[in-house]
């Protein structure tokens, strides 16, 4: 039985972490958890105390700078990351050489997932700053004992030309930045999926890999296979996207996943995934509430692989949602419909009061000669497919803001 | 006997590399050196043919886009790295995992010599680009097992605010950006040398660090130890310096180093270091003409260390000495002279042709009230120390270029 496995494992970290982490020694005593023994069945780890970002936050900022989930000496630990600040204040995380290790393990799966082996070249096409995602990639792909190009600092310029010079094989990069660069490369009358040797695409950071019209837009361009992956700063890398694609795997070897309705916190087949990561013992979480929102698929998947699947990836975080005249509508199903339009080279959209109404204005660059046309389009499809009335507007080609890192394409002017 | 152990190594590495490399394979055969056994004593060693950056460059052209100086099948190699272009067109260079952690290890011995241990909390503050010397700092940092900050698409306030914010203890850093950063602390009224907890910084790219005046600068401005190292993309990090500081030790465990006379080719005191490096299998460098003038120092270091020691680090490059009106004179050491004044801030230097005559401009920017006295003192010591008259201007504040890798300070504008 899995879950006896993963219970043991989970049993081996709970020792330590009882003995000297103080912020979860605190808060499983609280709930009467005093001995790794007490957690047996599964019933004793639904049991557990949820974990949210919100204390975790609370934490760090009264015990600066790292706050008090930490089970070794502050001298053991070798890799500092932090969130990305997508929601809220950014969170600093510790990596021990052990933990750091099994992050590379956990990418070591979604190398595997995509058919890339040591033989290929990969760029990790990002500015190497703080953001742990494509670092652990990056150990990842040194584990795998592939090639991998060093490019912070470039300009996409550049690295469309390192992806050149070198036959990069796969690319690394957010989904926002992944259509950048290809842009890029068009405007310098560079067709990357004619002269790349691009094959595989792996992304991060933004749900786009598993939207079906951003992810047919990156595979056009670059002539090659799109896969998602998710993970989080304070998680781990825990999705990985098989070569059959059909959804998004919980790499349950390394992670115990739950998903649960937000409202009952009842198991369900549709909710928030809540994880506890099992190869992290010096920063580990335990039933972290990620806010993703997910919907498990049903049935096994074709690969082989016995873990579980999340049909269509990350569909949204359970905070984003933009509540507009009572309708609840994620920005990923918006961007969906919206890239489904080929000639819609980049959009932007905002939320606001009138006074009586909350207004959806969508802004876009169409490429279409008339882009009045495109626009009375992409308002059609919101209306049939999400019952929603939107403004649609164009304004010029390469008049809206492009991102390398995580997009933040929806901004939301009402007063909370 | 340490050449006996250096030739053992050299034999090993030789084995494959006669079989494989196409590069060495000829250029060894061309010397009649055919078997590792035909290299048996120093004197056989000091037959064997130099190889020089221009026929590494050449090599390169004629067989993108990484030559023929590689022993393994490509897919073996795991990282790219890429010259400066210092002096020429860039040289991609490739290790593999086992010659990624022999950098590692020769950058472990650049961290104890500057008595840093897993203690410690690094920032190695530079782009995450192409550039090997930080890359392999890096490396050697998680070996090490110190917490490192990641910091690549940081701008220098933000630099500095994580260096505070995390209490790093070691800096490693060009010498000019070092300076840079504490310049920016200093505008925002952050006295480094006061607040920040950063006790050892250790320099690499320049030569900066063994120049007593630059030095001297860098340990005020962070209240903290400057070491220096040197190494190159091609060659490896073959210069630590110790405790005492009285000079750059030799890796002599890692490398095999001649330093000869640059007319003669016959061993010197003072010349031109010429390197063979023995961990890199994948693709070496065998009496490798760095370019590099040294002097070497005699008797033994206090450190304890048995390898020899280059008094004043890497002196000037081979091929960057501006002759001017007939004097040899290295940019270093202008840049020593120069700095010894603080009220220096910033410099550049150019020669140029008058059409008769060479002359020397410095300009400088002072924060004397009476920018001029500075000038003229500057330009007494030039000629005090070196024979040589120079033009030396004030310029404005703030309005000479900044640095974060190497600087450029000087420039040759004469018709050549």
């Given at each position: 039985m899995r879950i006896q496995t993963q219970l043991n494992c989970f049993r081996e970290m709970l020792a330590p972490v009882l003995e000297t982490n103080a912020f979860y020694r605190q808060k499983l005593t609280e709930a009467r958890i005093t001995d790794p023994n007490d957690v047996q069945t599964l019933d004793d780890y639904r049991q557990l105390p949820f974990t949210t970002k919100e204390e975790l936050s609370v934490d760090q900022v009264s015990?600066?700078?790292?706050?008090?989930?930490?089970?070794?000496?502050?001298?053991?630990?070798t890799c500092l990351h932090r969130t990305s600040g997508t929601t809220g204040s950014p969170l600093r995380w510790l990596d021990t050489a052990e933990s750091w290790d099994w992050w590379g393990r956990c990418w070591g799966e979604i190398y595997r997932g995509a058919g890339v082996t040591s033989v290929d070249r990969l760029m990790i096409a990002f500015s190497f700053g703080p953001f742990i995602g494509f670092w652990s990639a990056y150990h990842g792909a040194q584990q795998l004992g592939a090639l991998t190009i060093p490019n912070g600092g470039m300009t996409s310029d550049q690295r469309i030309r390192a992806i050149l010079s070198n036959d990069v094989t796969v690319l690394i990069a957010t989904p926002t930045y992944a259509l950048r660069l290809a842009e890029v490369a068009e405007q310098d009358g560079i067709n990357l999926s004619e002269v790349s040797s691009v094959r595989v695409t792996i992304h991060a950071g933004e749900p786009g890999a598993s939207l079906p019209a951003t992810k047919q837009r990156i595979e056009t361009r670059w002539g090659a296979r799109a896969y998602d992956h998710a993970g989080a700063t304070e998680v781990g890398a825990w999705g990985v996207m098989c070569e059959p694609q059909a959804g998004l795997h919980l790499n349950e070897d390394e992670f115990i996943c739950e998903v649960l309705d937000p409202e009952t916190d009842n198991p369900a087949d549709e909710g928030e995934l809540v994880i506890t990561n099992?190869?992290?013992?010096g920063m580990p979480v335990i039933r972290y509430r990620t806010g993703d929102y997910v919907k498990l698929k049903s049935g096994a998947c074709e690969c082989g692989r016995e873990s579980r699947v999340l049909d269509g990836g990350v569909i949204g975080r359970i905070d984003n949602a933009l509540i507009i005249r009572g309708l609840n509508v994620y920005p990923a199903t918006l961007e969906n419909i919206i890239l489904k339009f080929p000639e819609v080279q980049e959009f932007a959209g905002r939320v606001y009061g009138t006074g009586t109404l909350d207004e959806l204005e969508i802004q876009i660059e169409s490429t279409n000669p008339n882009p009045n046309e495109t626009a009375t389009a992409v308002a059609a499809a919101i209306r049939d497919e999400l019952g929603l009335r939107a403004i649609v507007k164009t304004v010029p080609l390469g008049t809206l803001p492009r991102y390398e890192l995580k997009s933040k394409r929806f901004t939301d002017e009402r007063v909370s």
């Open positions: 015990h600066p700078p790292y706050g008090t989930n930490l089970t070794f000496p502050l001298e053991q630990y099992l190869g992290r013992v």
